[in-house]
Structures are given as C-alpha cells and as structure tokens.
C-alpha cells in the first residue's frame, strides 16, 4: 500500500499486494499497467447503448431515449482486475451485457486485441464469446434448473467441441468442479440441491470451461451471506492466478471492489466519473460523487466510528432518459457553478494524479487511512 | 451515539426494569414436508428507551423469524411458538388474547421491513396508508387523517409532501418508499421499532440518508430500535449493543465496541475476517468454511462447530466441552458480556 509513506504500519498489506504481484501470470499485466506499453486486452471507446422509449400499442412511436450507458471509456490489460462501481441504475450491467455481445452498442468502440467487436460475424465473434466470458449476481436464475451441473458446465463444448474431445468431457467437467471447490460426485445433481455460494461456483466453473481470457463478473457475490462471499472471492482471486484471467468486476459494494481490483472505475448516470488504482480512488479521490459515495460506506473498526466525514447526498439520481446537461451529477453536486450546466467535463488528469470528470477536481481524504 | 451503561448486556432474568421490549428464550419452528425445522432456538434480548440494538446474522439464522413472532405476523400454522415470553409494558404478548394483542402492537410495536414496494399497497395512495394508521387506532376522520399523514411525510424528509400525499407507491422511488413505510411505522409513536434490514436493498448513499434519518426519529421519540441486518458497517455505526445471530440462537452479545474490538466467539471473529474494509485493501480475506447449517438439521452440540477453527473434538476437549456434543450456554465472559462458546477465553486471547 503506498500509504505507508504516511504510515509503516501497513507492511502486511504490502506483503500480500507483493505476494499477488509476483503470482501475477503475465508480468506485463495488472500492476505496472499504467505505464506499460503492451497492448491493453480490451479497449472500451466512447461507448453508448440509448434504449429507445416508445409510446402506443400498434404505431409505436419513439418518444425518446434512456442513456443507460452514455460515452464510457475503459481499458482492461491481461490478467487485471478492473472494478467497476456505482449505484442501480447507472448503466454497470449494461455495459458487461454490451461486453459479451448480448447487446449491441448504439455508438462507440470494443476493442479487443485491436479489433472491433461490434463489427464482428460468424467465426469472429464465436471465438470473441469463448474468450470473454460472464459469471452474473443471481445463481438462482442464471442456471437452468433442468440441467444437470454437468451438462450446465459442459454445454459450451457444444458449441466450441474444440476445446474438449468428446471422450474426455466427463472427467473435464469433475476436474472443473473439483477446482471450484465442489464434490466432482455431483455431476448428476441438479441446481436446486446446491446453496447459493456452490450455485455460484457452478457459474464460474461454466465460464472457465471455455477457457477464457476475460470474465465479466456482474455482481458475482452481491446474492451471497458475508461468510460465503469471502469464499468466492478467494476462488475468483486464486483462478485469476492460475489462468492468467483478466477481470472486470461490476459491483454496488465499495470494500468488495476495492479488495479485489487493481484499478476501480467510478460509474454515475451513464459515464465514468473517475478512475484510477485502488489508493488513488480510495485514498484520494477527486470528483465529488466518488467523495460522497465513499463518504456512505458504514466503516467496521469500532475506532473509526464517526472519525470520517460525511457528505449526504440531495436528492436522487436523475433519469437517464432526461439526464442534466453539462456534468451528469451537477444536479446532487455542492461545487456546481454555471459552467458545469454547460460544459460536460471530460474524463481528464487535472493535477489530481488520476483522471476525473470535474471542472473542480480535488484530491481529498474521505476514509480515514487504517491504523 | 449514545451509550448508556445499562447498555451492557444483561440478557437474562424476567422483569429487567430498564428494558421496554424483553424477549425471552423464545423458540419457533416450522412443522414443513421437509420435516421440522427449527428456526429460532432459545433466543433472549432486551431493548430499552432510545436505546439501539442490532441483531446481526446471515440468512437463516432465524433474524427476521424472531422479529415476526414478536409482531404476531408468523403464520401459524406452518410456525409454531414452543416457549417464550415477549415482555411488553409489563405484559407478556404471548400470554394476551389475539385482540388484545393487537391493541397492545398496534401503536406500541411497529416494524419496517426490507422491501418497501412490495411491503405497500400499490392500490392506494401513499397518504391514504400512512393516514390508516390514525383511522384505525384512534378513529381519526379521513380529512384530518390526511393533514396528519403530509405532516408525517414532511417529518420523514419527503420533499414536496403535500403534492405527494395523494402518489401511489410506484410512483416513488426506492429510498422514498422506505420513508414512505418509516412514516406509517412512526404514526402512533411506537416505543420500540423494528427494522427488518431496513436499507439492504438500497444504495449506500440513500442507506446513509436513511439510517440517518432513523437515527435522528429515535433521537426526537426516545424509542428503541431493534435492527436486524447482516452488514456489520450498518450496525457498527448505528448501534449500542449487538446480538449475533448463528442457527436461531444468540451466540454472542454485548456492547459494539467490545464484540466488534475483541469477538469472544469464533463465528463473530470469523465474520469479521471475512469481510474487506473500504478503509484499506487488506490481505487475503479469511472466510468461514462451509455454508450456514439448514435448520432442519442443526449439527448436535455446538451448531457451529463444524465450521469452527476452534473447536475440540474427542480427547482434545475439556470434559463437558467437546464441540459436537455438548451445547455450550450463552454465558458471561467478561463483564458485559456473554457468548456461547465452550473456549471463548481461547478466542478472546487468540486476537488480543
């Protein structure tokens, strides 16, 4: 943790980001991604999904446009953790359905390895949705309850049989359940006989199957009890070891996030507000959304119990069919002055150290730093 | 905050004077086609005047079961109170006639529950359900039931109330609606309010106007709040004491400050290790193994004890304290302070 400057005290910390760092499969990866000069995996450019809003049962008629996601940029290098937050309703789940092509983008660029995703057909775009792969919140509903876990695992062969002989689909499926840490005996049970976290677990044995390079994990522990959700980070950060996974990791919960993520991006109404690596959005942050959505977030340590500021919000967010001109959160926002009404501020490094979406970025310590 | 000394956890004995609410080793269970299940086993709290308690658990430690019998909302059959006592104002609830119940709750009990939209009717207005609240218990006319009902949403930070008393339910949005329902809940000036995970379902910035807002009607009112959630941020900033919930049972009790700083039972210390903190990145995290028991079969002895990293099996422990046999009691482990764990001294050293 590079608040050590300000505090020796956090060597432990330090070890395990080492002990991870050097773990890391690709060296080019995660943590030096900033400055590295590699190919980033996955390239996201002014990307825009507008839901039309119609009117009128048989002439229907368009009356307008929801910006669920409106003009976001994102990298994501190889074997990274990019965490992406922000509250219901600001576009997170669009964005990962856009990623895996469930969607298709009104405007804007997927590149990935340098080619664009929305133009891809046929073989393309089969090989782009074998290697980028999506685990979602509700391992209630994301699993067909017919199927057994074996054929739920499997099923993906199916379509891409290249990657497991027929022969050895079996004992592929044991040695998957078996590295997500279920029973391989269970192959010929059925969903409903598992709890939640082995649901999850049966979600990402699904997506390594295919053997991805990326998974879009929207909301993967957010249905899970606090005991249980410990486990499938755990094995979401083990497998990333092992398979050299690169993630982006959607989630409303800020500690998660933070946890499990190299760098975090800050999601309001549509666009990216800040981002940066997890010190410099936790530790510094800059635009007054990201302050006051860390200034919400119940702390555990009895000690630090009404030591960190608090900044409440007015109001609710805005519609994103009839979002505010200007800057999208001026509306909530304390430091809003006539040019923010008029001038959406760009996604920029205003001295900060970290790129913001503030005409009036400030770095400013909101949580206090642990003892 | 406040923390008034009788916040220190005297759990036990019938007639605390201090308490409003005392619930009494009270059990429930379900008679269901997968067999009996046993949701709430010997669970036993006080709550006084202005005085916040919080009861936390995972799904199916029987959180949200207790607070329904304490509300008279269980439906019986399939549930069934064994034993118990619900001591309110003197008088035990479940010893009283179900009118007599009703009259008793009604305006002294109240509860808000975790999803607002389907806890509102969506058929009448906003105003219209706060308002009923007068009409029933004290026959208020609908006109004045009206007045009273903006005033009440004026009182829980609706802006604009008075255009808004005649809405219907989806027409607000979600931090709204949990007003909307703190607003009913609060009508008659109930002494104790129950929040059944009042804000799980919001966004932190709403959860902090909301609790917030909790927080400050307790204040005013001098109620006591019994908060039942699973999010240990929430109850570290807004509760006194704690009751940790694991297989319908407290298995440890006392001040925030003590429980939170020096868990004296394992499945409390795992809780807390298993969960990242927004105020650092932390190292690996140290999650509980296994999953939370099906309360139809609750393991023998101590219901945690085969997720516990500190349990004695066989020959390894005390005679009378071997894990999966014996029940260890809830018990005083410091002042203050009670848990039900055969090695709670073990646990409390092992962090110190």
Known sequence: MAAADTNGEVVPTTDAEVEKAGQAPLGTGAHEHAGSTSEPLLQLRGLKKHFPLTQGILFKKTIGHVRAVDGVDLTLGRGETLGLVGESGCGKSTVSKLLVALEKPTDGQILYKGRDVTKMTGRQLKQYRREVQIIFQDPYASLNPRMTVGDIVAEGWAVHADIAPRKGRLKRTQELLDRVGLNPDYVNRYPHQFSGGQRQRIGIARALALQPEVIVCDEPVSALDVSVQAQVVNLLEDLQDDFGLAYLFIAHDLSVVRHISDRVAVMYLGSIVEEGTDLDVYGRPSHPYTQALLSSVPLHEPHLRGQKERILLQGDVPSPANPPSGCRFRTRCWKAQDICATEPPPLIDRGQGHPSACHFAEAREVVPVEQ | ?352
Not at chain 2, 54 to 70: D, F, M, N, P, T
């Open chain 2, 1 to 352: 905050m406040t923390h008034p000394s009788s916040t220190a956890a005297a759990v036990r004995g019938p007639g605390d004077p201090t308490a409003v609410l005392e619930v009494d080793d009270l059990h429930v269970r379900f008679r269901t086609d997968s067999g009996l299940v046993r949701a709430v086993n010997g669970l036993s709290y006080t709550v006084g005047a202005g005085e916040t308690l919080a009861i936390l658990g995972e799904s199916g430690s029987g959180k949200s079961v207790s607070a329904q019998a304490i509300m008279g909302i269980l439906d019986m059959p399939p549930a069934e109170i064994t034993t118990g006592r619900i001591w309110f104002e003197g008088r035990n609830l479940l010893d009283l006639p179900a009118e007599e119940q009703r009259k008793v709750r009604g305006p002294g009990i109240s509860m808000i529950f975790q999803d607002a939209l389907s806890s509102l009717n969506p058929v009448y207005s906003v105003g219209y359900q706060i308002g009923e609240m007068f009409r029933a218990h004290r026959g208020t006319s609908k006109k004045e039931a009206r007045t009273l009902a903006v005033e009440l949403m004026e009182r829980v930070r609706i802006p604009a109330a008075a255009e808004r008393v005649n809405d219907y339910p989806h027409q607000f949005s979600g931090g709204m609606r949990q007003r909307v329902m703190i607003a009913m809940a609060i009508a008659l000036d109930p002494k104790i309010l129950i929040a059944d995970e009042p804000t799980t379902a919001l966004d932190v910035t709403v959860q902090a106007q909301v609790m917030d807002l909790l927080k400050d009607l307790q204040r005013e009112t001098g109620m006591g709040l019994v908060l039942i959630t699973h999010d240990l941020g929430v109850v570290n900033e807004v509760a006194d004491k704690v009751a940790v919930m694991y297989a319908g049972k407290a298995v440890e009790t006392g001040t925030i400050d003590d429980v939170f700083s020096r868990p004296a039972h394992p499945y409390t210390e795992g809780l807390m290790s298993s969960v990242p903190q927004v105020e650092a990145k932390g190292g690996r995290l140290r999650p509980i193994v296994g999953q939370p028991p099906n309360l139809a079969r609750i393991p023998d002895g101590c219901s945690f004890h085969p997720r516990c990293s500190h349990r004695r099996l066989g020959t390894a422990a005390r005679p009378g304290a071997e894990c999966s046999i014996d029940v260890p009691p809830l018990r005083p482990v410091l002042p203050g302070r009670e848990a039900a764990c055969h090695y709670s001294e073990e646990v409390l050293g092992g962090r110190g």
